[in-house]
């Protein structure tokens, strides 16, 4: 047997940080705000759907790279939302999940030596997926109270290297929102040095306070070097069924089926039917969908605030960056560790969205994808906390 067992590759990092809390938090019967899984039940009709689909015999394997329905209603949702016009026969894939979504987009685009820009703070899970696809990750940080790049920054984190560039929006930690006039200067860096723009926007419909989300894709000249990659989990509230999808040119898409092909073969063929009528539901669903998480937002934000934490209200998603300086707090682990076995309620350590540990130490992030009755119970727990003055 030949040692060291494990490759290098996953040495390299660990278990994910936020699945890691969650466990925690049934381990000390804490209340969970540390995952980003709503506890309120999926709308009806898909339930239904999905189930008509299992009883129709809907049980054996879909077309690999999505089912035909879903494909269509997956474009009609684009054109009408992101304002991009897709060939759902040659520009869609539906993967299991958006996770595995940017993880064979990685793969797909990846050679050695390749450069992958990444924000800091960032979702967790890309990092891993550069380590893993062989990329060398360039970190540029985005800065509170806004969450926005300096132009001067990521201007100079782009070379002859850089392949990708890798953007959540709406964003996952920090709740912040790129705008038209944000995504402009990071469309011309594309273009200027050939990039491909990788783009998470699995929370495109959680928007408060008036926002319009706006595909990078949909800018001049990004159609073709956009990666658009989405997915049913936080709009439809059914983070179990790992339905995602990728949007690019047709170049890319017969890759990035390739690859998806070997990685899974397909997503659940019954819940892809359920997916196409999720996809067709009114645009007043939609909107209902943005006011009642603003009115999570706002009521969880209230109490954070009057406990003491830092932070402006988040734009977009469903989470809270809040800085824990007020309680005296210097080491954010050691203050998610106190959080859930001592006030009971679970939150993600800010260091864990960034490369250097030290930048995320102010923070713990927190969702608030939850019951009203849920957050209520967090805040009774909370306000247990004490400024120190």
Known sequence: MQYPLISTKAARFTESVIRGMSIEAKKYDAVNLAQGMPDFPAPQILKDAACRAIQDDVNQYAI???AHDLRHAIADHAG????????????ITVTCGSTEAM??????LINPGDEVILSQPFYENYWPDCVLAGATPRFVPVRPPHWKFDPDELAAAFNDRTKAIVLCNPNNPTGAVFTREDLEPIAALCRKWDVVAITDEIYEHILFDGREHVALASLDGMHERSV???GMSKTYSVTGWRVGTILANPTLTKTFRQIH???SIGAAAPLQEAGAVAYRLPRAYYDHLASDYQARRDRFCKVLWEVGFEFDAPEGAYYIMA???PFGAVDDVEFARRLVREIGVATVPGSSFFQDKELGRAYTRFCFCKRDATLDAAAERLR??????
Not at 384 to 389: G, M
């Open 261 to 263: 092909d070997f990685v």
């Open 228 to 230: 658009t990659v989405g």
């Open 103 to 108: 993880l064979v987009t990685l793969i797909s």
């Open 384 to 389: 247990a906390l004490r400024v120190i003055v």
């Open 323 to 325: 800085g824990i300086g």
């Open 64 to 66: 690999t790279w999505g």
């Open 80 to 91: 009408w939302h992101l304002g991009l016009t897709v060939d759902p026969e040659t520009e």
